[in-house]
């Protein structure tokens, strides 16, 4: 099974500041067939389901806003937003769609500090 | 209005069975993978299943093969999820998730599968 490992567990930062949240997977993601990082980040807000944010490791989902931009490739990938929004509260997790099992990182909680 | 809508859970004693249910409207639920993805209370998120778009291909985790059967009706729509021999540790909220490929674009809201004697 392929470990997604999130890094940090929580972080606290300034309204318009940049949050980076940091993801590893156990072995490598990207398919040599596409050449296309089989990684996707989710947003979950409190009592509600996740929202897929980023695919394909920098693929932006529908509606997203390009404050958050997805990058890395291989086996380490970086979620950025580029400035913090109070909306933007969340808890943000990895996931890893190269192969089955398929499998998420712990989570990130990010905050207003 | 793209929407999943989940149903079925509740509180089930061990050993217990439960299905689950998931209904798709908005989209082209045919087209899509789609999957079961839970979280139990206070934890992340962990995937349970999945099932090709023509059913012809299914995968599971682990911690449920053997017990649970993830399968699908086009015609209706609508994805299950069989839950047998249910376990304290299979309490979570289950979500109903599709993707057009192994990541998940669509999310229902969750039902809570609570086992508990």
């Known amino acids: 099974d392929i470990v997604m490992t999130q890094s940090p567990d929580s972080l606290a930062v300034s309204l318009g500041e940049r949050a980076t949240i940091n993801c590893k997977s156990s072995?490598?993601?990207?398919?040599?067939?596409?050449?296309?990082?089989?990684l996707a980040w989710y947003q979950q807000k409190p009592g509600q389901p996740p929202k897929l944010l980023i695919y394909?490791?920098?693929t932006r989902g529908s509606g997203v806003p390009d404050r958050f931009s997805g990058s890395g490739s291989g086996t380490d990938f970086t979620l950025t937003i580029s400035s913090l929004q109070a909306e933007d509260v969340a808890v943000y997790y990895c996931?890893?769609?190269?192969?089955?099992?398929?499998?998420f990182g712990g989570g990130t909680k990010v905050e207003i500090k | 209005e793209v929407q999943l809508v989940e149903s079925g859970g509740g509180l089930v004693q061990p050993g217990g069975s439960l299905r689950l249910s998931c209904a798709g409207s908005?989209?082209?639920?045919?087209?899509?993978?789609m999957n079961w993805v839970r979280q139990a209370p206070g934890k992340g998120l962990e995937w349970v299943a999945n099932?090709?778009?023509?059913?012809?291909?299914?995968n599971y985790v682990d911690s449920v093969k053997g017990r649970f059967t993830i399968s699908r009706d086009n015609a209706k729509n609508s994805l299950y999820l069989q839950m047998n021999s249910l376990r304290a540790e299979d309490t979570a909220v289950y979500y109903c998730?599709?993707?057009?490929?192994?990541?998940?674009?669509?999310w229902g809201r969750g039902t809570l599968v609570t086992v508990s004697s």
């Open positions: 998730a599709g993707g057009g490929g192994w990541f998940f674009d669509l």
């Open positions: 908005g989209f082209t639920f045919s087209s899509f993978w």
């Open positions: 099932i090709k778009q023509d059913g012809s291909e299914k």
């Open positions: 072995q490598s993601v990207l398919y040599s067939s596409n050449n296309k990082n089989q």
């Open positions: 394909w490791g920098s």
């Open positions: 996931q890893q769609s190269y192969s089955s099992p398929l499998t």
